[in-house]
């Protein structure tokens, strides 16, 4: 079945404990992105990235990592997470540049 | 840059009554025009998308849209709601000529809730 898998589906962590949001499509595609979901403000893009080792900032980059290593896997890395950070993170897939993004389940975030 | 307007924040409609979600953007040409459905607990769905062509476009769940380009809108239509319908619904725009990753942007979503 093609699909976006995200792990884990919640996680509850610490102010300033690293931790990482694994991504794994299986569709070969290559555009793969990351996006927050926050309460009255929609979906907002994170990171994204065209294929393997190429990698860029969308809207609100600011304190989320990402590598591209495998045209499938795109992780997401919070180095020093923060409370601000607590929400609904998806990661997203697209077979090109001009076509629909297939979504994960949602990663709950929850940083205190 | 590309912009979405969800003027509906919630919406009540009866079991079997017909359905208009309002989806306005701003883009300088058309756009590519996305509707997702959310429900509780899950991910994204894609219910339909106008690329270019007929500007009536079908989707799954008997779902329609029109894109009215002198409008600038794309409104999500059904005839007759299911209560299986209640769900968060967001439009989305990708703009074609904005380089590489031609990014989503959505609209803030309209939270459906459907009445026995």
């Known amino acids: 079945e093609a699909q976006v898998t995200q792990n884990p589906r919640y996680l509850i962590t610490v102010t300033g404990k690293k931790l990482t949001v694994t991504c794994s499509q299986n569709?070969?595609?290559?555009?793969m992105s990351w996006y927050r979901q926050d309460p009255g403000l929609g979906l907002r893009q994170i990171y994204y990235?065209?294929?393997?080792?190429?990698?860029d900032k969308g809207d609100v980059p600011e304190g989320y990592k990402v590598s591209r290593k495998e045209k499938r896997n795109f992780p997401l890395i919070l180095e020093s997470p923060s409370p601000n950070q607590t929400s609904l993170y998806f990661c997203a897939s697209k077979v090109k540049r001009n076509t629909e993004a297939f979504f994960g389940q949602g990663t709950r975030l929850t940083v205190v | 840059a590309q912009s979405v307007t969800q003027p509906d924040i919630h919406i009540t409609v009866s079991e079997g009554a017909s359905l208009e979600l309002r989806c306005n953007y701003s883009?300088?040409?058309?756009?590519?025009l996305f509707w997702y459905v959310q429900s509780p607990g899950q991910g994204l769905q894609l219910l339909l998308k106008y690329f270019s062509g007929d500007t009536l476009v079908q989707g799954i769940k008997g779902f329609e849209a029109e894109f009215k380009r002198s409008q600038s809108s794309f409104n999500l239509r059904k005839p007759s709601v299911h209560w299986s319908d209640a769900a968060e619904y967001f439009c989305a725009v990708g703009a074609p000529n904005t380089g590489t990753a031609s990014k989503l942007t959505f609209g803030t979503g309209t939270r459906l809730q459907v009445t026995l």
């Open positions: 883009y300088g040409a058309t756009p590519y």
């Open positions: 990235s065209m294929n393997v080792e190429v990698t």
């Open positions: 569709m070969n595609h290559e555009y």
